[in-house]
Each structure stands twice: as structure tokens, then as C-alpha cells.
């Protein structure tokens, strides 16, 4: 039984899914953060506090993704859910194809563990799964959840993932513009079959981009190549497509991040993701800012907060 008035910190990284030609599979742990302080109250009782990005369009109620993650670990472990008090501050943008609501659910299924902490025991691969039953796909939240660079796939026993070390030598960096975009619009442009030669193709990039975000940062632009999703997607985003073309023309190893609008520049060096920046700011249309981020390797965690500390 969580104890009423328990709190835990939880903080959870952005993300950036597909990578270019891993679609559904690859994601990459960014170092942009969701900050979230839970208190079990007693049961019934509900409390939201929410700053940052789309803090004025996320609900105060039941259906706030956080709560409904937090209320499907408890019932996935056959305990009453406490009544909730949720202090959310949100570092990652929200719309923009840097994984936030799988980072909100990462952000649920992590509190719920660290107020269950105790009496439930929750393993890597309970998370992973209750995360990817609320998401739908695990590729952006097994990154949330783990950090690095994550391989994430589904088998008879549900989703699997592995985590990779990323080389030092890859220095990325997203490009965010101010509109947003749906991730369920932008899958409803892909169609159901593509040509065997792009499978093909996207497969051996795919390979290749072990290699080059592990070994060799040297072959990343040619390993970020795509023929399964992007295209697809151009329209509906014009102004994205326009500049991972023009970045990728110029040498940069651009891809669209996750579902879009933002673009992610896979960088072989610090200087030169400041060279993409400088081409952005040089051929754009409309304001994008440059996010110049880390590669998270930690992922997600929670720890207590003692009684009164909160």
C-alpha cells in the first residue's frame, strides 16, 4: 500500500525516434528534460501544477497522460491507486517530434514504480512494457526510460530493447520550429506497402547507422538516408522537408525528428552542428531555434523525496 503523502522526483529525457531509416526502431536519448514531483494524497483527491512547453493545453483532470500512466502500473500490479498530487515542469517541447508524450508516459510509469518502491517490484522489462502499452510503440520511450541509443522491437514475450553507447564524436542538434504536428496525421501519410528495393535500402542504412552513431560518426550522412517514411510526409510539412534538404546537400546528416516538424542534424563534431545552424539561419523561411543538446546516457529516474522535502 503507498503510503499518503510519500513524493518522488522523477526526470525524464527527451527523445528523437526513426534517426532517418529506422522507423519504428531507432531512438536516441537527448539531453532535454521533463521534471516531475508526484505525492500520493489520499484516494479520490487530485492536484496538477504544470510549467513549460504546452503547459496551457494539458489537462488538470483524469486524463492527464501522466496520471493514466500512473494509474495503469497500479493496476497492471493489483493495487489501488492513490489520490495524486503531480508538480510538472516540461523541458521538452511538446508537438515537435522529440517524443513527449512518450516521455510523459515514461514520466508516469517511473513515479508509479517509486511509489510502489517497496512493495511492487517493477524489472526494465515490466517499464519498458507498461510504457509501450500506453505509447503503442516502444521506440521513443525505450530511450525515455534507458537512455542512449536504443535498438527497440517486439516479440512473443512483448517489447524488447538493447542499449548502445553512442561515439563522443557525434554532437547533435534540433532544429525546432514554432508549429507542431500530429504524430497520428503524419503515420496516416505512409502507405501500408513500399517498393522490396526501398526495404531493401532502408535496411542497410539502418545497419550502417549502428556503425556510424557507435564506430564510425564519418558515415552518418549517408547512413541517415530514408526511403520509407520522409518522403511521404513532405507535404505536409513543406518547411521541414525543405531543410533537411538543404542540410543535407550542404554535408549534414539531417533527418526529421520522430514524427516532425523539428529536424534533428546528427553532427560529426561540436563545430559543425554550429556550421548547421549558421546554414539554417542562412536559408530558412521561418525562425527555427537550435537546440544543441548531449546525448542523454542515463534515461529516466526517480528517487524519494523525504517527507516535508517537497
Same mark, same amino acid.
Given at each position: 500500500?503507498?503510503?499518503?503523502?510519500?513524493?518522488?522526483?522523477?526526470?525524464?529525457?527527451?527523445?528523437?525516434?526513426?534517426?532517418?531509416?529506422?522507423?519504428?526502431?531507432?531512438?536516441?536519448?537527448?539531453?532535454?528534460?521533463?521534471?516531475?514531483?508526484?505525492?500520493?494524497?489520499?484516494?479520490?483527491?487530485?492536484?496538477?501544477?504544470?510549467?513549460?512547453?504546452?503547459?496551457?493545453?494539458?489537462?488538470?483532470?483524469?486524463?492527464?497522460?501522466?496520471?493514466?500512466?500512473?494509474?495503469?502500473?497500479?493496476?497492471?500490479?493489483?493495487?489501488?491507486?492513490?489520490?495524486?498530487?503531480?508538480?510538472?515542469?516540461?523541458?521538452?517541447?511538446?508537438?515537435?517530434?522529440?517524443?513527449?508524450?512518450?516521455?510523459?508516459?515514461?514520466?508516469?510509469?517511473?513515479?508509479?514504480?517509486?511509489?510502489?518502491?517497496?512493495?511492487?517490484?517493477?524489472?526494465?522489462?515490466?517499464?519498458?512494457?507498461?510504457?509501450?502499452?500506453?505509447?503503442?510503440?516502444?521506440?521513443?520511450?525505450?530511450?525515455?526510460?534507458?537512455?542512449?541509443?536504443?535498438?527497440?522491437?517486439?516479440?512473443?514475450?512483448?517489447?524488447?530493447?538493447?542499449?548502445?553507447?553512442?561515439?563522443?564524436?557525434?554532437?547533435?542538434?534540433?532544429?525546432?520550429?514554432?508549429?507542431?504536428?500530429?504524430?497520428?496525421?503524419?503515420?496516416?501519410?505512409?502507405?501500408?506497402?513500399?517498393?522490396?528495393?526501398?526495404?531493401?535500402?532502408?535496411?542497410?542504412?539502418?545497419?550502417?547507422?549502428?556503425?556510424?552513431?557507435?564506430?564510425?560518426?564519418? !558515415?552518418? !550522412?549517408?547512413?541517415?538516408?530514408?526511403?520509407?517514411?520522409?518522403?511521404?510526409?513532405?507535404?505536409?510539412?513543406?518547411?521541414?522537408?525543405?531543410?533537411?534538404?538543404?542540410?543535407?546537400?550542404?554535408?549534414?546528416?539531417?533527418?526529421?525528428?520522430?514524427?516532425?516538424?523539428?529536424?534533428?542534424?546528427?553532427?560529426?563534431?561540436?563545430?559543425?552542428?554550429?556550421?548547421?545552424?549558421?546554414?539554417?539561419?542562412?536559408?530558412?523561411?521561418?525562425?527555427?531555434?537550435?537546440?544543441?543538446?548531449?546525448?542523454?546516457?542515463?534515461?529516466?529516474?526517480?528517487?524519494?523525496?523525504?517527507?516535508?522535502?517537497?
Amino acid at each position: 500500500m503507498t503510503p499518503a503523502r510519500r513524493s518522488v522526483h522523477v526526470r525524464v529525457p527527451a527523445t528523437s525516434a526513426n534517426l532517418g531509416p529506422g522507423f519504428d526502431t531507432l531512438g536516441l536519448a537527448l539531453s532535454a528534460y521533463d521534471e516531475l514531483t508526484v505525492t500520493a494524497l489520499p484516494e479520490g483527491e487530485l492536484e496538477i501544477e504544470v510549467t513549460g512547453s504546452g503547459a496551457e493545453e494539458i489537462p488538470r483532470d483524469e486524463s492527464h497522460l501522466i496520471v493514466r500512466a500512473i494509474r495503469h502500473v497500479f493496476a497492471d500490479a493489483g493495487r489501488p491507486a492513490p489520490g495524486l498530487r503531480l508538480v510538472a515542469h516540461n523541458g521538452v517541447p511538446h508537438g515537435r517530434g522529440l517524443g513527449s508524450s512518450g516521455a510523459a508516459v515514461s514520466a508516469g510509469v517511473l513515479a508509479a514504480k517509486g511509489l510502489l518502491e517497496g512493495d511492487v517490484e517493477l524489472s526494465e522489462n515490466d517499464l519498458l512494457r507498461l510504457a509501450t502499452e500506453l505509447e503503442g510503440h516502444p521506440d521513443n520511450v525505450a530511450p525515455a526510460l534507458f537512455g542512449g541509443l536504443t535498438i527497440a522491437w517486439v516479440d512473443e514475450r512483448g517489447p524488447q530493447h538493447k542499449k548502445l553507447l553512442v561515439h563522443r564524436g557525434v554532437a547533435p542538434v534540433v532544429f525546432v520550429p514554432e508549429t507542431t504536428m500530429s504524430t497520428s496525421l503524419a503515420r496516416s501519410l505512409q502507405p501500408l506497402q513500399v517498393p522490396r528495393e526501398d526495404a531493401v535500402f532502408n535496411v542497410s542504412r539502418s545497419a550502417l547507422l549502428i556503425a556510424a552513431l557507435t564506430q564510425s560518426p564519418e !558515415l552518418l !550522412l549517408a547512413a541517415t538516408e530514408d526511403k520509407l517514411h520522409q518522403n511521404y510526409r513532405a507535404e505536409a510539412m513543406p518547411e521541414t522537408h525543405r531543410l533537411v534538404q538543404a542540410l543535407r546537400a550542404a554535408g549534414f546528416a539531417a533527418v526529421v525528428s520522430g514524427a516532425g516538424p523539428s529536424v534533428l542534424v546528427l553532427a560529426d563534431g561540436p563545430g559543425r552542428r554550429v556550421e548547421a545552424a549558421e546554414l539554417v539561419a542562412r536559408v530558412a523561411d521561418t525562425p527555427w531555434d537550435a537546440l544543441m543538446l548531449a546525448v542523454d546516457f542515463k534515461g529516466g529516474t526517480v528517487r524519494d523525496i523525504p517527507v516535508g522535502a517537497e
